[in-house]
């Protein structure tokens, strides 16, 4: 399997978490739109082909403009989310190896992004084993059911 694509540059990492008032943290509506954007380029390219399930080799090369510079593993996890939110693998923890170049241009960056399957899916770490497997039955079955919330019954206070 190898797969070859230009992207966008990805959001930093501060531009695709936003923190809620709650404490929750969760994609921001940058990230959102960055990551529906690299699913729709995606899909033009692929014609529902099959994720894989085999040990990949990520390769990056990122094209900048000069007049910003860039921290190369900032935009990284935002990019590793979209490509397997698109499809192409079922899990971030398959890519054993990553290749990341920078080139500084003119004019608006983007990213060129190979995918290559290295190895079976035996050569994979076991808790990646355990996750891609724990995903493709989920996707095959539907979701594991939540334990139901158990209700909190406020005691009454008894006064001395």
Known sequence: MAFAIRL????????YWQQGRNGRRFISDRG????????????ERTNGVKRSA???R??????????????????????A???????????????LQCVTTIEAVSGA??????????GEFDSLPQYAKDRVRRLITET????RPRPAKRKVVARPRIRR
């Open 32 to 43: 959102r739109k960055y990551r529906d954007e690299v699913i729709i380029a995606i899909r």
């Open 54 to 56: 085999k040990a990949i």
């Open 58 to 79: 990520l390769e990056v090369r990122i094209t900048n403009s000069q007049r910003w510079p860039i921290d190369f593993d900032n935009g990284m996890k935002s990019l």
């Open 140 to 143: 095959e079955l539907g979701p």
């Open 8 to 15: 966008p540059l990805p959001p930093s990492v501060n531009n």
């Open 81 to 95: 989310d979209a490509l397997c939110h698109a499809g192409l693998f079922w899990d971030d923890s398959q890519i």
């Open 109 to 118: 960056g983007w990213v060129d992004i190979r995918v290559i399957g290295i």
